[in-house]
Every structure is written in C-alpha cells, then in structure tokens.
C-alpha cells in the first residue's frame, strides 16, 4: 500500500512541476494583454482581463496596483482603492500603490478608519515580520530553557536570554493580535458601492449613522444576511449593505 | 465535613439573624392609631359617600357594622388589611370602608367610633358631612345602571387636557391625558392611550405622575401622561378622543335581573363597591372585565405660518438661540472644520436643521450629525447639537456667519438668528472639486478622518502600470496560518528534541560514574574501618589492606580497581622508595597469604606490623 501511494503521489509531483510553469506562462500573457488593453485604453477589457487573472489566484501586488490604475480610469474610485489596498496588503512597501491610494482617496473623499495608538506604534512592521520574530524567540527561549535545565551551574545569561525571549514571543504575539483585528486587519473592508449610507437598523429605511463615500474604510464585525455590522470611521458603529463593501483580504 | 457544617451553621445563624430583626422591627412598630376620612365632605340629598377608617398599628380589630346618625344611613361595605414597610419598619393597618346614604340635608356629625383592639380600645376623629337639598335618583336611572358593563365603566375614566385651544401649524402645545381608576378594582392597564385624530403629530408619550386623587365622590388612582401635539395644516378640528383599555376585577355578573333583591347594595344605588367582593376579593370568585376608556375629544383652532418665510426656514417654529462654535482656526485648504453650532429653546424640534453658511461660496460642506439633549419629558425643550465638517477650497480668513430662521409664535412672526464671522486662517493653493461627495439628505456624521492626505495645489494623475509580475503567486494568508510556517517549525523542533536526547544521555551518564565513585569510597572507608579494629585474621588483614590500595588507587586514577598493582600505586600516590617498598611489601603478603594458606606464618599481627600498614594507607593521598 505504501510504495502505491508513494508512486502517486510522485506522478502528481512530477505533472505539478509540469503544469506549473504552463499556467505562469499563460497567466503571463494574459496580464501582457491586460496591460496592452490599459494602454489603448481601453479600460473596461483591460479591468476583465486583470479580474480574470485574480479570479485564477494568480496573486501580486503589481497585479492588484494594476486593476486598480484601471478602475481608476474608469472612474470606480472604489474598487480602485480597494486593489491598492490590496496591493499594499501583499507588499506593504509598494511606493507605487501607496500614492495612487492617496491620490484617489483625495479625489473620493474617502473615509479612514484611524487606528489606535497601539497599532500605530507597531506599524513598523508586518504581521508576518512579528510571526516570525515570535517563532525565532520562541525558539531561542526554548533552546535557553533545555540548556538551563540541563546544566550543573545555573547561568545568569542564560536566563536573561530566556526572559527577554519570552517577553519578545509575548510582545510579538500581542502585536500580531493588535494588528490581525485591528483597522488594518483581516477584517478591513473597503466600500465599493454608490451612496452607500451606514444604518443603524438592517433596513433600508432606518436612520443614516454615516454617509460613506466610495473607497471609505470599514471594518466589519460580523455579518447578518445581507448586512455588514462594521466598525465605521470616527469611532462609529453601524449596518452596512454587504453588496457594497468588499474585503481587502482575499 | 466541617466546611459543609460551618456552612450550615452561618446559614442558622442568618435565618435566625433576620427572623429576629424582623421581630424586632415589629415590635418597635408604632402604637395603634384610628383615622376616619370621607371621601366628600359635601353630598346631596340621595348621593352616597365613602367613610374609610383606618387601624394603624394593628392586624385585626373590632369596628361596628353600622354607624347610627340621624338622616344618614351608615353601613360597613368592607374590610381589608393593609402591610407597608418602609425603611425595614413594617406597618399593618385594618382599613374598614363604610358607605353613608344621605336621607335629608343639612350639616351631620359622624361622632367618634371606638374601635376595640383586643383589650385596648382607639377613637377615631368626630368627621362632619354637609348634605345639599337636591332631588333624589329616579328609580329609572338606577335601574338603567343596575346592567354590569356600565358598572365596570363607573371604575375608570379618560381625560384629554388641551390648555392651548389655538395655536399655529407647527407649533407644539403641552397636551395631558389622565386615565383614572377605582383603586378598589385592582386595575391594570391593557392597551393605550392612543390620542384618535388626524392632522397633528404627536410626541411620544410620557408617563408623568401617579395621584389619587377624588372626584364627585369617588376616590380615583389617576395617571397623567404628558405629550405635546403640533397642527400639520391650518384649520379647526377635534384631538382625540383619547383611547385606551383597562382590565378591571368586578363581582360576577348574576344572571337575574335585581334591584332591591342585591343583599349588599344597601342603598340600592347601584354602586359597584356596595359588593363584599371588594372587602374580601378572595372570598368569592370575580370577574376580570376588559374596560374600554375613551376621553371627550378637544377643539383646536390652527392658525397658517405667514407666507413671507425667510429662504432657509426649515419648519422650526417656537422660541430659539443660537451658538456656534468652529475648530481649528488654522488649517491648509481641503483641511476639514468641525463647526458645532447648538440651537436651545422650546418648539419643535424635530423640524430644526442645523444653521446653514450664510455664503458657502469656496467651502465644501458634508452632510451634519446632530443630538439632542431635551430638558423636559416630552422633548419640546432642549437643546440641539449640530457638527457640521466643512473643508475651504481657497484661502479664507473667516468662517461665514451661520443663519438660522424660525417662526416665534409669541411674536407672531420670523425671526432670523445670525452668528458672528468666526475668524479662522486657511493656507495653501485651491484645492481641486471633490469628484465624489456623499451628501445624502439625513446623513448624519462624516469622519474627519477625510481628506487626511493634504490635496495638492493641481490636480495629480496617478502613476504608471507596472508590467512585471512575481515568479510566484502572493498570498493574502498570513504566514501564521500557513502549512509551510508550521512545516518549518519542525526544523529547530527536530534539533531541540536532539538536545535534549543529548543531554539526558550525557546526564544520565555521569550520573553512572558518579555511583561507582561513591561505591568505591564506601568501600575504601569500609576498609579502613575494618583495619582499625583489628579483630581480622593475618590473611583477611592483607587482603583487606591491599583491597583498600587498590580501591584508593582507582579513585586517585578513575581507573578499574582490580587492574591496581604495587607499582601503580606507588606512581598514582607519587611515594619515596621507603614507601614504594613498604607497598610493594604489602601486596606480596596478601598474595602470599591469599595462596599459601592461612597457616603459612603467625596467626596474629603484631601491632607495629598493623600501625605500620595503617600508616601506609593512610598515607595514601593525591
């Protein structure tokens, strides 16, 4: 039975490592097409063609700046803040992304949501960045703590090491916390939809809590049918139609 | 155990504890005391009144049945007992309810009653009753009154209370509605009040006080709920009646027609309470009736606004001020202002809208939230906070006054409130026209957070498409939850668990030689012991003396100590040639010994012979 299954899954290995580089390839000349679209453009072809290579998971932050140049022109300042946030979730350094998002957040007047003091201060890294600063002090503490157990002399460097990993694990577990459910988290969602009115009652007719320009920040707390329960800019609370939001994180 | 009894002890210990301060709370209560009030001092001819006579201090008594005045009949319709406690002092009182006749007119004096109390004996007050000359009831109008539901209706009222009979479209006017009910019914309200009408709003109604009061003769509980109504058209029409529904408990409806057959209606006056079941409602079944109350309706004369309204009158019309308040006073262009304007007075202030620019020329304005504070119970009275954002498109060196317009109905006319220019100073280039600007009529609050990315002087394009793509698709999921982190977590897992192995191997390896070291230094010690005493044989002597060589021999060299010899010893304790000799002179003996016999030679040892080996070993040190 072993040797069987190992066979398969060597030939499912094998027809991967063959498939792969034919969908890039494919992949690629679909995103040549798109960007010849844009430039002739002919923005509407060329936000199908970009939409299409998201839909396959074929995922980069140029891909998502790129749909969001198109929705730009087109005049959809929703989805186009929407996909360079997108693209500033994959790379939070894309220079690119970052001022054409400032540059269309200008022109929509969109919402921020602004984050808390916590957040700001550990800004200077990414939730992957602190994933791994976790782990490597985890690990070190770990490696310290073995040693300590094991060792004839208790060693005053080691336990330093020991605690200072530990409070590093501890803060950075903390900060991928703040930052996972924070105004820039999993849970951000961008306002795509026109007039969109955040309510305080799942109905339309129920009174307005904010009005929230297309490309306005949202975060959502939970989901009700046709509704978004989100955290809203300045500190507000309120529904939100889900067809008129979507969320950054795919 | 003795928790579980610890525990039921302090519950004993509370049980008893209150059971005794309630004791002691009852016997601190007051003395007896008897009081006697009519329900009117003033009756006509044929009319009844109530007399109650309240027991303070008492859980039974002796009251009469019938009072003797002459020209009024007095009879006992009930008794109930009462139990109040305020402040942990609990009162019981014996209320007995008399229902007087009166036969002639004239100025009567109910004299003094004693009411016995077991062997004590309380007096009530001597009360005075003045009867009208008047008519008496027809027996026709009794009797039309003798059907239940009419009785039911006689135990609770409407009332709809308009002081204002003219006012202008808009203008709110207290209103009161004051439902009464006979105490002795135990009413309940079911449903309402609802004010019928159309042609004016209403604001929500709010419950405002709860009085007993006494009305032609009768002692109601009366609940006043407080609103305000505004006209929405010009004209005269009717507000109301005031509708609502009450559950009230009355005897059980008999199936014969009576008049004077009813035992207890004394008086035959069809009045509902005459009925034992009010003085004892347990002590025959009653019958709880849905009563509909519904109050006489008001007139209400409404006036038309004058035509000549100013441009940016939103409705508002009563008695208003205005304040207004802008922050920060220095900003860039596209910088967003927070005004705070608060309208406070008295009028209706659900069509008050927040004071407009008077010139919004070069400012952008986002829609504005509003609360309001109300200083009364129905929200006529308050105060009204606006935030309004507005952000300059050019330079500008004061915010434009604020207007705001309303009709005075004191006044009769409108009345435009203006603020002052507040002085503000806004820097920087014209910023570009907002290409989206939600501006949703009713839309409450925009976020300063807009616009937070300063706009520069000229409109900016974005930047160029990027034709390069990753070798590899990027991932949204963060690295915490993928396969491939915790994957890779094996790795150091994998060389911490080898640490670890290696570790206790090497500890559980010293731990082996560290027992034989002990071993061997107890059985050297054992030795020497043995040699000290003296008590062994030549052979078992040597043996033993070259067996404690070689044991601190191994120890000196960690090394096995079987494979000790003379020489080696000798090396291992660095000894002089005397010594080595003496050693080597030692194990030939114990050999000698070990192999010729016990009998080869003496069978004792001298004691220089044992003090020289004993010094030999003792010698023995690194």
Sequence with gaps: MKPRKLIVNLCCAITYSFLIPSVFAQSDAQFAKANQEYADRNFQEAIDDYDQLVRSGQWSANLFYDLGNAYFRAGDFGHAILNYERALALDRHHPEADANLRIVRDEARALELTPTLVERYLKFANVNQFTIAAAIAIWVAAFCIVALIFARRRSGAAITLSIVSLSIFAGAVFAIYELDNGSNGRALAIVTGMNVQARVATADNANSVLALPPGSEIRVLSNRGDWIYAALPNSLRGWVPAKSAEAVRL | ?622
Excluded at chain 2, 82 to 97: G, K, L, P
Excluded at chain 2, 230 to 244: D, H, L, N
Excluded at chain 2, 375 to 381: A, F, K, L, T, Y
Excluded at chain 2, 467 to 474: D, G, I, L, S, V
Aim: proline share 7%.
């Design chain 2, 1 to 622: 155990m003795n928790g579980t009894r610890r525990r039921r002890t302090a519950w004993r210990v509370l049980l008893v504890g209150t059971l005794g301060f309630f004791v002691v709370v009852c016997a601190f209560a007051d003395s007896p005391s008897a009081t006697a009030v009519l329900s009117n001092s003033e009756a006509a001819v044929g009319e009844t009144v109530q007399l109650q006579i309240r027991v303070t201090g008492a859980r039974s008594a002796d009251a009469p049945e019938k009072i003797a005045v002459d020209g009024l009949q007095i009879y006992r319709t009930g008794t109930s007992q009462h139990f109040e406690m305020n402040n942990f002092n609990v009162t019981s009182s014996v209320i007995y309810d008399y229902t007087i006749l009166a036969m002639k007119a004239g100025t009567f004096k109910i004299p003094p009653q004693t009411i016995r109390l077991g062997g004590n004996a309380v007096h009530t007050p001597e009360l005075t009753l003045n009867v009208a000359d008047s008519p008496g009831r027809s027996s026709s109008s009794r009797s039309n009154r003798d059907a239940q539901p009419e009785s039911a209706n006689q135990l609770v009222f409407a009332e709809l209370v308009v002081p204002k009979k003219v006012a202008f479209v808009g203008e709110m006017v207290p209103a009161e509605i004051r439902l009464g009910f006979d105490p002795r019914a135990h009413p309940e309200l079911a449903d309402g009040p609802e004010i019928a009408g159309q042609g004016f709003t209403t604001q929500k109604l709010q419950q405002a006080q709860q009085n007993l009061e006494t009305i032609n003769g009768r002692t109601y509980d009366v609940i006043t709920f407080k609103t305000a109504i505004a006209a929405t058209r010009a004209g005269r029409f009717e507000i109301g009646p005031v509708k609502a529904k009450a559950r009230v408990s009355v005897p059980r409806r008999q199936t014969t027609q009576r008049s004077r057959s009813r035992p207890f209606d004394l008086f035959n006056l069809d009045d509902p309470f005459s009925d034992p079941f009010f003085a004892d409602p347990f002590g025959r079944l009653a019958e709880r009736r849905e009563v509909e109350m519904e109050s006489e309706p008001a007139t209400f004369d409404v006036k038309p606004l004058p035509p000549d309204a100013p441009p940016n009158f939103s409705g508002a019309v009563g008695n208003f001020a205005v304040t207004t308040e802008a922050k920060p006073k220095r900003v860039q262009v596209g910088d967003p202002i927070t005004v705070t304007s608060t309208v406070s007075g008295r009028g209706n202030f659900d069509r008050v809208n927040a004071p407009a620019l008077e010139d919004d020329q070069g400012w952008h304005k986002y829609p504005s939230s509003s609360k309001f504070k109300q200083d009364d119970e129905v929200g006529i009275s308050g105060a009204k906070t606006f935030e309004t954002v507005i952000s300059p498109n050019e330079k500008k060196q004061a915010l434009p006054p604020l207007v705001f317009s309303y009709f005075d109905p004191v006044k009769e006319k409108y009345v435009t409130l203006r603020s002052d220019a507040t002085p503000i100073s806004v820097e920087g280039g014209a910023a570009p026209a907002p290409a989206v600007v939600a501006s949703q009529p009713g839309a409450a609050t925009l976020a300063t957070a807009a616009a937070s990315a300063k706009p520069s002087p000229k409109p900016q394009d974005i930047l160029y498409q990027l034709t390069e793509r990753p070798k590899a698709a990027q991932s949204f999921t963060p690295l915490y939850a993928q396969p491939l982190f915790w994957t890779a977590q094996f790795v150091p897992l994998f060389a911490l668990l080898g640490l670890i192995s290696w570790k206790a191997t090497q500890a559980r390896r010293e731990n082996r030689e560290a027992q034989r070291i002990a071993a061997l230094q107890h059985e050297a010690a054992e030795l020497m012991r043995k040699l000290r005493r003296g008590d062994s044989s030549p052979q078992e002597y040597f043996s033993q003396a070259s067996r404690a060589v070689r044991v601190k021999t191994a120890l000196a060299r960690n090394i096995d100590p079987n494979a000790v010899d003379a020489e080696t010893a000798a090396t291992a304790f660095d000894l002089d040639e005397n010594e080595r000799t003496q050693l080597r002179r030692l194990f030939e003996r114990s050999d000698e010994l070990r192999y010729s016999g016990a009998h080869n030679g003496a069978e004792t040892i001298s004691p220089e012979s044992r003090r020289e080996v004993l010094d030999l070993l003792e010698s023995l040190r690194t």
